[in-house]
């Protein structure tokens, strides 16, 4: 479990990091003018720095919600404020890093498939050729 534990920060932190270069190549990638401001800003705000800076962005509102001393108003203030805001961002990264460890178990399968693959391909040395020629050898005697 420990070892899940870490797999999974590895995964999110290279979701959540912000990198100008990352953002630049998955853009033009992209096909499109109105695919590559989808991607440009997905991109931007899926990360935990834009969700820090949306929480400060939110907290500079606070001392007035709290100020009016309408308890509406201040929960008006936490759900469309600060929910809103910083949720989206990390919304955002959790499904990046879910992507991210989504496509490296997709990959580890098609590696394992392939040596599966070949080992039961009758041609190839080693594997399932070494166990028939073995069968033929008894067929024989």
């Given at each position: 479990m420990a070892v899940r534990g870490r797999r999974d920060h590895h995964y999110l932190a290279r979701a959540a990091k912000f990198d100008l270069q990352e953002i630049r190549a998955a853009v033009k990638a992209t096909r499109g003018f109105n695919a590559k401001v989808a991607v440009l800003i997905t991109r931007s705000v899926g990360t935990m720095a834009c969700a820090y800076v949306f929480a400060v962005i939110a907290l500079i509102s606070l001392p007035a919600a709290i100020?009016?001393?309408?308890?509406?108003?201040?929960?008006?203030?936490?759900?469309?404020?600060?929910?809103?805001?910083?949720?989206?961002?990390?919304?955002?990264?959790?499904?990046?890093?879910?992507?991210?460890?989504?496509?490296?178990?997709?990959?580890?399968?098609?590696?394992?498939?392939?040596?599966?693959?070949?080992?039961?391909?009758?041609?190839?040395?080693?594997?399932?050729?070494l166990i028939l020629d073995r069968l033929d050898t008894l067929a024989v005697k």
């Open positions: 100020s009016t001393g309408q308890p509406i108003i201040i929960v008006a203030w936490v759900a469309q404020t600060f929910l809103q805001l910083v949720l989206l961002a990390i919304i955002l990264v959790g499904q990046a890093a879910q992507a991210v460890s989504s496509d490296d178990r997709a990959n580890k399968t098609f590696a394992d498939t392939e040596t599966l693959l070949d080992r039961f391909d009758e041609h190839t040395e080693g594997g399932i050729k």
